[in-house]
């Protein structure tokens, strides 16, 4: 039995080796991006989250610095959907399957900015609107943040 066990672990341990390899072979690197979301249709925002999973997956967590910038309609995305009466929003898009990819996004590393100037505009509290919003998660302007990241040699991407 013992003879067994360590032949899976060290099977296991092969295959654990051998899916680092596999990444570190993809070729990409390490990669500093952000990513810009100012549009508020559910389905993009969607598939916005998983091109960032995707993009995740392709080159690991740990070889990526991806950062995503919320302003304009797109705040609508962490928006709790029962808060848009209190904005000038018309509907809020953190449903429970939206706000459970973002916390999944968020605990492998990716940081959500969010404007300032969007916050005031719309009437959004981010404390009691948005899902799971910091005072350091705020950022004074949302392009402002996105030219500031793209001089920092941030790739820019639009999903």
């Known amino acids: ?12 341990a092969m295959a654990l080796f051998a ?8 070729g990409y690197g390490k990669q500093k ?17 998983r091109n960032i999973q995707n993009h995740i997956n392709a080159v690991g967590a740990e ?3 991806l950062k995503v910038v919320l302003h304009g309609k797109g705040l609508t995305l962490l928006l709790e ?23 999944a996004l968020k605990g492998q590393g990716i940081n959500f900015h969010v404007c300032a100037n969007t916050l005031r505009g719309k009437k959004v509290s981010y404390e009691q609107d948005l899902y799971d919003v910091s005072k350091a998660d705020i950022v004074p302007s ?18």
């Open 33 to 49: 991006v952000v990513y810009h979301i100012n549009y508020d249709d559910p389905k993009s925002q969607a598939g916005a989250m």
């Open 63 to 65: 070889n990526l610095d």
């Open 19 to 26: 899916g680092g390899a596999q990444a570190a072979d993809s």
């Open 81 to 103: 959907p029962g808060s848009a009466n209190n904005t000038k929003f018309g509907a809020g898009n953190a449903s429970e399957k939206m706000t459970a990819r973002i916390a």
């Open 142 to 159: 949302g392009v402002a943040e996105l030219a500031k990241l793209q001089a920092q040699g941030y790739m820019y991407i639009k999903p």
């Open 1 to 12: 039995m013992r003879f067994l066990g360590l032949i899976l672990g060290t099977f296991m």
